[in-house]
């Protein structure tokens, strides 16, 4: 349970920073809530996994769900730079986070 906690923390953490794009496009109070929604799901979600998690593969493992599903994110919703360099670094993450599942 606390590998699907940390999973869901992850991506409440991509929908925040998604959150914050909006909010700098669009500067209205809906876009406010929904980044305090993100992010708090996003440290709720952490917290839980952390009960059964070392805090150093938890908070490794959730970094790497939010900086690369981050990155993902802005190739997909706002025409980010989509060049071999990015996706081979997004690749690497992606893969330590499954290499620190694996041996956890």
Do not use: C
């Amino acid at each position: 349970m606390a590998w699907v906690s940390l999973f869901v923390a992850g991506l409440f953490e991509m929908f925040g920073v998604v959150m914050i794009n909006k909010l700098h496009r669009d500067k209205n109070w809906q876009a406010k809530v929904l980044l305090l929604l993100g992010f708090g799901g996003s440290f709720l979600f952490l917290a839980l996994a952390m009960k059964t998690l070392p805090m150093g593969t938890a908070y490794a493992i959730w970094t790497g769900i939010g900086a690369s599903g981050g990155a993902i994110l802005g190739m997909l919703l706002y025409g980010e730079p989509k060049d071999w360099k990015r996706l081979a670094f997004i690749t690497i993450i992606i893969g330590s986070v499954i290499g620190l599942k694996l041996i956890s």
